[in-house]
């Protein structure tokens, strides 16, 4: 999309480009656009980001679309002007529905696949070399393993890194000096400290995500969600096959040589028993304040040193 629209502006300019997204547009907005013409140019690219799916006969309809919507939209799409380039991004199109599979019959379909693994790390080192830096397999991994797998993100920080470097290769320390961190990356960091019962680390951690916004429900449903990660680990005989991505599980099988099973589905329970003190009042939340919430997770933090 990004190559398409730098592409577009060099030859026509940016007075014939529009993106609509449909939640800040409706779609009699989005017509109007497809159907107005170029001005002091030859053609319009227009993106069309997020349209919602009608859904099936007799159950609610999607917000911001209604049948005679989608046919209004469908009709200019069949007949629409020469000038006019049109280009529908949907991130996860269900093509079941009836939207879909008609505009498949007027339209090209592309599939751009996340980036992942090995290609996801060999990105990083092209990306990197046309920065002029350097940097081998594994310290990529650690890079997606800190900045999350949004490319615009890490193209940032990879250039950022590489200027740092200099001639030298990109070392991780770096990467942990210089890269904001995703939550998830906290939260591996607060669970490698768990591992080694490094309460203080995991504590600082817990601080950390707290201190960056992060709701501390989520926190507690992620690190239910590691600790059964963990377990399926320490049951099976092929971790491979739980289809994690490489780095969560390399990291996963490392802390999960540090707890006996046992030990793994108590402190399972234990944050089950928190999330119900939750739910039923014992323990009170509110959006703006989720201390009660936070002491416990640390008093369970505590618990699993001992």
């Given at each position: ?14 007075l ?18 497809i ?15 997020g349209l919602?799916?009608s859904?099936?006969?007799?159950k ?17 799409v069949?007949?629409l ?39 996801l ?12 830096g350097k ?36 070392p ?15 939260l ?9 019962k490094?309460?203080?680390a995991?504590l600082k ?11 501390m ?5 992620m690190l239910?969600?590691?600790?059964r990660?963990?377990i ?6 092929d971790p ?7 780095f ?18 108590k ?15 014992a ?12 002491l ?11």
């Open positions: 999309m990004k190559g398409w629209k730098n592409a577009f502006l060099e030859k026509h300019g940016d014939n480009l529009s993106i609509l997204s449909i939640e800040d547009h409706t779609i009699p907005e989005m017509i109007s656009q159907e107005t013409a170029p001005f002091l140019g030859d053609k319009r690219l227009i993106f069309l980001e919602p799916e859904a099936s006969t007799g609610k309809r999607d917000a911001g679309i209604t049948p005679e919507q989608e046919e209004a939209l469908l009709k200019v069949q007949s002007p020469e000038t006019s380039i049109v280009v529908l991004v949907q991130p996860n199109p269900d093509k079941r529905k009836s939207l879909y599979k008609k505009l498949v019959q007027l339209a090209t379909v592309k599939s751009f696949e996340s980036l992942k693994g090995a290609g790390s060999n990105w990083v080192q092209r990306q990197s070399s046309k920065y002029n940097i081998d397999a594994a310290t990529a991994l650690h890079l997606v393993s800190y900045a999350g797998e949004d490319l615009w993100k890490l193209d940032r920080e990879i250039e950022k890194m590489a200027t740092y470097a200099g001639d030298q290769s990109i991780r320390d770096t990467i942990e000096e210089l890269v904001i961190p995703t939550n998830e990356a906290n591996f960091r607060l669970t490698d400290a768990l591992s080694v490094n309460t203080n995991a951690e817990l601080n950390r995500l707290q201190v960056a916004g992060e709701s429900h989520q926190v507690l449903y239910a969600r590691q600790i990660i963990l399926q680990i320490k049951e099976t005989s491979s096959s739980l289809k994690l991505h490489p969560v599980l390399r990291n996963a099988s490392s802390q999960a040589k540090n707890f006996t099973t046992d030990a793994l589905k402190a399972h329970a234990d944050l089950v028993a928190i999330d119900v003190a939750v739910k039923t009042g323990i009170k939340t509110t959006t703006d304040d989720e201390s009660e919430l936070a416990a997770m640390e008093r369970f933090m505590i618990s699993l040193k001992t």
